[in-house]
């Protein structure tokens, strides 16, 4: 795949290739990037894999219009159409705020189930805590490193709070208690706590983010 990959900008010098595994984003110029896909599409019909159109899509970061003539070389090729954010590689990219929060707000309504079936009265406390650190805090893991601090901080706020009223609740402890009481749970193991640290903390312990603006007249 990595020849395959490599080969597919070979025409075109505006165009980058992120690539894991058999998922692939072409970034550049919207004729550039058309260009890379048609070169892939014929470089693979002879290696037994198929490119599934379907599944692919193009993204329009802009508040404007998709102009005509993009749009109707998208729509020949059978490509989804995403205008302002799109979901790739399990996260959100683009410039629609509105659309990309509603989408955090979905994926921390998903876990809503969890939470409820870990304060189940037949399950033991010592499993719920097992599975609320191990199972449910790692899964904003991912997104904690992919979307930008400023972005996921209110629904990491609300995930984490989530997380320790949960735990609160599965202890039997009262719903009175400050921050100061309720503090070792979110401590470390190695300092005595229970090990449920907050993902929006972690914001501080990611890697810096570099951003990179595209300007109007380059389309992804």
């Not at 550039?32 to 037994?48: E, K, N």
């Not at 904003?140 to 997380?163: M, Q």
């Not at 570099?210 to 109007?216: A, G, H, K, M, T």
Request: proline content about 8%; overall charge positive.
């Amino acid at each position: 795949m990595q020849r395959l990959y490599r080969l597919a900008t070979r025409n075109v010098q505006r165009v980058r290739c992120v690539a894991v595994a058999d998922d692939l984003n072409l970034v550049g110029p919207a004729a550039d990037v058309l260009r890379a896909f048609d070169d892939l599409s014929v470089d693979i019909q002879d290696t037994g894999l198929r490119l599934r159109a379907s599944k692919c899509g193009i993204l329009w970061p802009h508040s404007t219009q998709l102009p005509p003539d993009l749009r109707a070389a998208v729509e020949a090729r059978s490509i989804r159409i995403f205008q302002g954010h799109m979901i790739t590689l399990g996260a959100p990219v683009g410039t629609d705020q509105r659309g990309i929060n509603a989408w955090l707000q979905e994926q921390i309504k998903s876990h809503s189930r969890f939470f409820e079936l870990l304060l189940r009265p037949d399950l033991p406390v010592q499993v719920a805590m097992l599975l609320l650190r191990l199972c449910m805090i790692p899964c904003l893991s991912y997104l904690a490193r992919v979307v930008p601090p400023g972005t996921l901080a209110p629904h990491a706020k609300e995930f984490d709070s989530t997380v320790i009223r949960t735990a609160s609740e599965k202890l039997g402890l009262p719903p009175s208690l400050d921050n100061v009481a309720l503090l070792p749970l979110s401590l470390p193991i190695r300092l005595g706590g229970f090990g449920f640290r907050s993902v929006r903390a972690s914001f501080t312990r990611s890697v810096p983010y570099i951003l990179e603006f595209v300007p109007e007249s380059d389309p992804l």
